[in-house]
């Protein structure tokens, strides 16, 4: 999918937490919205069970949208001609941080 679908998604989930993120991704009219919920479980699995982190004092750090790879593709044009475009891909690298309780 292209970055400019995906980054509307991911400015209207950017502020939330996780858990929050995902209710609001489960209802978002966009076909964008499930490869996101799908870096974002991820990524929240990974902290819970390769970091140890607790789910509830994680909150998203960054959501970083870039471009993928290009497949250049072409489409029949009239009179023999041929119309060229192409399909964009992109990567989702979602970074996950603990909250620190400061101790007083």
Do not use: D, Q, W
Request: no cysteine.
């Amino acid at each position: 999918m292209s970055p400019r679908k995906l980054r509307l998604v991911v400015e209207a989930v950017k502020k939330l937490s996780p858990k929050a993120a995902l209710s609001a991704l489960s209802v978002t009219p966009k076909r964008a919205a499930k490869p996101v919920a799908v870096a974002l479980t991820s990524a929240l699995s990974n902290a819970t069970h390769n970091a140890k982190l607790s789910e509830e004092a994680l909150f998203i750090k960054e959501i970083i949208v870039g471009e993928g790879s290009k497949l250049k593709r072409f489409r029949a044009g009239s009179r023999g001609r041929v119309l060229p475009y192409v399909r964009r891909g992109s990567h989702i690298r979602v970074v996950l941080e603990e909250v620190k309780k400061e101790e007083i």
